[in-house]
């Protein structure tokens, strides 16, 4: 995995403790792309062989990170590659958002005249039908 062209590696430790600002400073930092993690694998003749995950940071996966993020899932994907396990190698689902219906004063007058007046006389209306079909 690496950065996009607008991204750099950052070589002033300083934005850690807020003793700096965090920017890009062409004479001292690393101009993206930049790798941010890398995966390796090395196999032999005899079937036998290795896997390797590094990723540039261990904030990646501390957390308040991981639960904030969707790192919880490149860090179980990269889990799961390492296990030889291709099938949980996955994106999890977004987590549900609450939805809010702001309505103005005439939709909110349109919505209670509908509830309250238009629904109950149809349903009265209805089974009077009923009623007098019935009753014919």
């Not at 694998?41 to 540039?56: P, Q, Y």
């Not at 990170?65 to 030889?84: G, I, K, M, P, T």
Request: hydrophobic share 45%; net charge neutral; aromatic share 6%.
């Amino acid at each position: 995995m690496h950065t996009s062209d607008a991204g750099w590696g950052e070589t002033n430790l300083g934005i850690f403790n807020g003793s700096a600002e965090l920017r890009f400073d062409p004479s001292s930092d690393v101009k993206g792309p930049v790798s941010i993690a890398v995966a390796a694998e090395r196999t032999e003749g005899t079937g036998k062989g290795a896997r390797l995950v590094v990723f540039g940071s261990s904030e990646l996966a501390s957390n308040r990170v991981l639960l904030a993020a969707y790192n919880r899932d490149l860090v179980l994907s990269a889990l799961a590659w390492l296990e030889h396990r291709q099938e949980r190698i996955a994106i999890g689902p977004r987590p549900t958002e609450h939805l809010r219906l702001t309505l103005d004063d005439r939709q909110l007058s349109h919505v209670l005249a509908l509830c309250v007046g238009a629904l109950p006389l149809f349903v009265l209306l209805l089974g009077a039908g009923v009623f007098w079909v019935r009753r014919s």
